[in-house]
């Protein structure tokens, strides 16, 4: 499939990242720490996105399960933040649950609720190496992490290295994210499928936010 077509540059937001010029394409991982620092501080930032319609949890969960049925599968929630993937993941009976976040505070509210093993605080993209071994997930899950202002395409290196051969990776891209070259999409996706990284199982344009769509890509990683 060609993602490549109908590149533009687009100028969105995260409705949170008040903090942010109009024009910013990405944020700098200890400004953003400090953004969602804030954030889970002021205990807000669920019920803001909940008013937002933000649905995309939801979404990027029901098509992993799809292709992971056992319930026992070791899963990794990619920018966890306050544990939204989790929670639905352990409704559906999901109980081998990592959590990986930029913001301890965030991640300090989702171990309120119990819902992951480990909690390892870490950012994506910016040629950073996760502290995790390769080949350690079966599942990647990863919503509202790519999106305006946040991690950029060159995280997907790294959640390939640590997702095993035959695992699968759901994740969402804002609509208009995935078609701004700036973020690297555009070129990425169909680069590591002409590498033989990892093979496209899935994908749907969906709801994410009130009037606003992500693309859900669902991929089998290969190597």
């Not at 540059?9 to 953003?32: E, F, G, N, Y």
């Not at 049925?69 to 990592?98: M, Q, V």
């Not at 606003?212 to 991929?219: M, R």
Request: with cysteine.
């Amino acid at each position: 499939m060609d993602h490549t077509q109908g590149c533009h540059v687009t100028a969105w937001r995260h409705p949170l990242i008040a903090a942010a010029s109009a024009d910013t394409i990405m944020i700098m991982p200890s400004k953003m720490r400090e953004i969602y620092c804030q954030r889970a501080l002021k205990g807000k930032y669920d019920e803001q996105m909940s008013k937002a319609g933000y649905v995309g949890p939801m979404k990027c969960v029901t098509k992993l399960i799809n292709f992971l049925p056992e319930k026992d599968t070791r899963i990794l929630d990619a920018g966890a933040g306050t544990g939204n993937c989790g929670k639905i993941l352990k409704e559906f009976g999901y109980f081998n649950l990592d959590a990986l976040d930029i913001s301890p505070e965030m991640l300090e509210i989702a171990r309120a609720n119990d819902i992951y093993q480990k909690y390892i605080v870490d950012h994506l993209g910016w040629g950073n190496t996760l502290n995790i071994s390769s080949s350690t997930y079966d599942g990647i899950v990863c919503a509202g992490v790519f999106t305006g202002g946040h991690v950029h395409a060159d995280a997907l290196d790294e959640l390939i290295r640590v997702t095993k051969p035959g695992g699968i990776m759901a994740f969402t891209i804002r609509s208009d994210v995935a078609d701004d070259p700036n973020y690297g999409f555009c070129t990425k996706l169909n680069a590591l499928s002409s590498a033989g990284k990892w093979q496209l199982m899935s994908k749907t344009t969906e709801e994410y936010l009130a009037n606003e769509t992500a693309d859900v890509y669902v991929f089998s990683v290969c190597s």
